[in-house]
């Protein structure tokens, strides 16, 4: 079972906007990403997901696809890609990339297609065009809004110049919502995965999986209250598990049909050799309802976003744990963990907000709540020692191994981010957590490239966090990365079972014990205090120190481990 890489992988998701720039044209590219790969290979990741780097009019940061079987020149060419790729395979990285399909880019020759050709026509039919209602169709299909704010339809003007129908799109004006009820287009992503697959790749994460398959009818939908910004069931905590048909589910997203699709995807993966995956994207709750994306004849992973979601406070963080390991096992599928990505507020910054803030509506100067820098920070690398212990596999953004927090200043027309324009700037979108990385505290752009250049600009302070400034400096957040990496690696963490300490039994005081997380996964024992005091270590509890996410007190004698912060020791 565990020979199965992707149960165990810890995988480092690249957003290649952003993470090495090879052209000095501010946007960072496959060659980037090449000349980079010695730095993963040092952290230690087994595997890397590239965001969608395909032909795209960038509206959505390239989760808007023209073409899905060549590169976006921004980024390079087929050529760039099949260089990295099998330079990342010489080094022993798996390559995961981006498949977008609930939607196309607008630019889509598809769905310009779509709009030159009459209603009812084959081209219209591989979209969701309706008629809108009204007297004279000038009001929308249905009562649906876009996750980015705004209504999910817009009205076309017909090739004749008149007002005409509606598409969907429950993203951007600029992501046309497929139709996946018309087999044309589960043809097509046949042909795109085999594509993919054929030049190399070791699997897909897959964008709004929850999302490719609509109600019947497109009935009309009001969300219980405010949901995440990538969709979801929201107001579904709290109901009993094990009564899945009974959730309600927006028409939109989790309906059962999405599952054949998936089922039949991973058939035709199961043709290729060497473990190829599929990874859900599926903003769901409660948890048994995303262990339905990973049975086992589905995909292999799920991401875990009920542990991202979680607030750094022991007993919710030993629930979602618990929760999510019995839930993907009870499916035969490991747990996945992950605490940033590119839609999340970095989590060096999530972690210590005081004030409610919902995903995807970013922060900015504006925000309520705005976290204290280092309280995020300490959290973080606590949150993170934590995560890297756990049994599964487990995602990492690119610049959290920096400690990189949220971007909480970028100036209003730097924003890029369609949430921003769509909700006139109530929401400040995901471009704090998108900022490129800066590699040299001394170069221009701190070595994201070559210039100057940066597609949104990066806060000065980062010279301090770049990489060579962290790289061999003990207690940095970089080498706390490499040193958590290699010794889940060498104790096979990911492949390990969980066995909770009781905090009070082991001798923690019992005023501070609700406060801490301990458990051991074979010889290693983990314990972190989300609580405000610190906390003794008891002796018994293993004399060596693996790791540490900040340094250690000591008082009459004893270790002491400090608020926020979270230890390895050797069990
Ligand atoms: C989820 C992606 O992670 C996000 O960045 C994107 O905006 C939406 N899906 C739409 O594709």
Known sequence: MTSEWWRTAAIYQIYPRSFADANGDGMGDLAGISSRLPALAELGIDAIWLSPFQTSPQRDGGYDVADYCDVDPLFGTLADFDAMLAEAHERGIRVIIDLVPNHSSSDHPWFQAALAAPKGSAERGRYLFRDGTGENGELPPNNWES????????????????????????????QPDFDWSNEEVREEFRRILRFWLDRGVDG??????????????????????????????????????????????????????????????????????????????????????TA????????????????????????????????????????????????????????????????????????????????????????????????????????????????????????????QDPTWFRTNGERYGRDGCRVPLPWEGDAPSYGFGPSDASWLPQPTEWATLARDRQSGVEGSTLELYKSALALRKQHALGAGTLEWLDAEALGVDGSNAADVVAFRNGAVTVIGNTGSEPVALPESLGATVLLASGPLGSADGARLLPADTTVWLSA
């Open 204 to 289: 897909f994460r897959v964008d709004v999986a929850h999302g490719l398959v609509k109600a019947d009818g497109l009935p009309d939908y009001t969300p219980p209250a405010e949901g995440g910004s990538m969709g979801g069931a929201a107001g579904l905590e709290g109901l009993l598990e094990g009564a899945l048909d009974e959730l309600p589910s927006a028409p939109y997203w989790a309906q059962d049909g999405v599952h054949e699709i998936y089922r039949d995807w991973r058939s035709l993966l199961n043709e290729y050799e060497g473990d190829r995956i599929l990874a859900a994207e599926a903003w769901v709750d409660p948890l048994p309802r």
């Open 292 to 415: 339905l994306w990973v049975r086992p004849d589905e995909m292999h992973q799920a991401f875990n976003f009920a542990y991202l979601e979680t607030p750094w406070k022991a007993d919710a963080l030993r629930k979602v744990i618990d929760d999510s390991l019995a839930t993907f096992a009870s499916v035969g599928a490991p747990s996945t963990w992950v605490l940033s990505n590119h839609d999340v507020v970095r989590h060096a910054s999530r972690l210590a907000l005081t004030a409610e803030n919902p995903q995807g509506h970013g922060i900015g100067p504006k925000s309520k709540g705005l976290p204290i820098a280092e309280l995020g920070l300490r959290r973080a690398r606590a949150a993170t020692a934590l995560m890297l212990a756990l049994p599964g596999s487990a995602y990492i953004y690119q610049g959290e191994e920096l400690g990189l927090p949220e971007v909480i200043g970028l100036p209003d027309d730097a924003r």
């Open 147 to 174: 996750v980015f704010g705004g209504r999910a339809w817009t009205r076309v003007t017909e090739p004749d110049g008149t007002p005409g129908q509606w598409y969907l799109h429950l993203f951007d004006s600029s």
